[in-house]
Nanobody, 124 residues
Framework: QVQLVESGGGLVQAGGSLSVSCAAS????????MGWFRQALGKEREFVGA????????YYADSVKGRFTISRDNARNTAYLQMNSLRPEDTAVYYC?????????????????WGQGTQVTVSS
């Protein structure tokens, strides 16, 4: 089992940048592909992006491609979501998730473990 804790996020103006981290503890972090999801108020949780266990492959939703970057540091047991050129529609609670998978999925039920989420608010 792995425990995930997000940190970062907060309030930023449109066009600004924020970074969210996801610290893992428990089983070996490098065994897991990591995903990022978000859920805006009144909406379903949606896929943001994911990274393979080695970090060699990343995947992004079309809505964030070119603006968001996912990375990981297996030595530090941490995954990162760097968000640039933020828009008001990016406002949501952001979650990291872990999956035992060679290729990370895009559905929330592809993932086995979840963090508690962190709020990102983008003002116009």
């Amino acid at each position: 089992q792995v425990q995930l804790v997000e940190s970062g996020g907060g309030l930023v103006q449109a066009g600004g940048s924020l970074s969210v981290s996801c610290a893992a503890s428990g089983r070996t972090f490098s065994l897991y592909a990591m995903g990022w999801f978000r859920q805006a108020l009144g909406k379903e949780r949606e896929f943001v992006g994911a990274i393979s266990w080695s970090g060699s492959s990343t995947y992004y939703a079309d809505s964030v491609k070119g603006r968001f970057t996912i990375s990981r540091d297996n030595a530090r047991n941490t995954a990162y979501l760097q968000m640039n050129s933020l828009r008001p529609e990016d406002t949501a609670v952001y979650y990291c998730a872990a999956a035992v998978a060679v290729v990370p999925g895009t559905r929330w039920d592809d993932y086995d473990y979840w963090g508690q989420g962190t709020q990102v608010t983008v003002s116009s």
